[in-house]
């Protein structure tokens, strides 16, 4: 793996554009991007997720993010999330994070973080659970980027909303 790709992870809580936004700026900067494992997983889920599944998806997240890294040819990826969301998702279900992805945390590094705010409508889908906790789940992605002392980014906006990501990442891009 090249240490010199810059990774930009986007995230934040449910229905706030990170798929969306993460395609647009991939397809901008003309780049990688990783999709979000855990929604191919749950997906295919039979029965309700489980502590294990979790493991399982913060596995596959690693590994796809991995692949994605194998075959950039430019120096920068975008990541439609980040395992970060186990550690929430499994926090606010289980009441408990596997072990395995706390000691990964701090070792899995982030250039830059845009976390997307949650001034999008709601938008009901089948793998989303919490339309009334959204306030709740921004409070929880802030204080987590900050426990990682993360280097992030608030991205707000209905319609400017990819131009201020792009402004966020041209600045950080500046700096580098």
Same mark, same amino acid.
């Given at each position: ?8 992870? !986007?995230?934040? *809580? ?8 993460? @395609? ?5 900067? +003309?780049?990688?991007? !990783?999709?979000?494992?855990? +929604? ?20 596959? @997240? ?43 945390? *701090? ?15 709601? @938008?009901?889908?089948? #793998?989303?659970?919490? *339309?009334?906790? +959204? ?25 400017? +909303? ?10 950080? #891009?500046?700096?580098?």
């Amino acid at each position: 793996m090249d240490k010199q790709i810059k990774k930009i992870a !986007v995230v934040g *809580p449910e229905s706030t554009g990170k798929s969306t936004i993460t @395609q647009q700026l991939a397809r901008h900067y +003309r780049t990688h991007w !990783v999709p979000e494992y855990a +929604r191919y997983y749950c997906d295919a889920l039979t029965s309700p997720c489980d502590l294990q599944d979790e493991i399982n998806m913060f596995h596959g @997240q690693l590994a796809l993010e991995e692949s994605i890294l194998t075959v950039a040819e430019k120096d920068l990826i975008f990541c439609d999330t980040t395992f970060l969301t186990v550690k929430i998702w499994s926090d606010e279900v289980f009441g408990e994070t596997p072990q395995i992805v706390l000691d990964a945390l *701090p070792k899995h590094h982030y250039d830059l973080y845009l976390l997307m705010d949650i001034d999008l409508p709601w @938008q009901d889908d089948p #793998l989303r659970d919490f *339309p009334h906790k +959204r306030e709740h789940f921004m409070q929880v992605w802030q204080n987590e980027l900050k426990l990682l002392s993360a280097n992030y980014h608030l991205i707000s906006g209905v319609e400017n +909303r990819l131009s201020n990501a792009i402004q966020a990442v041209d600045k950080f #891009l500046a700096t580098v």
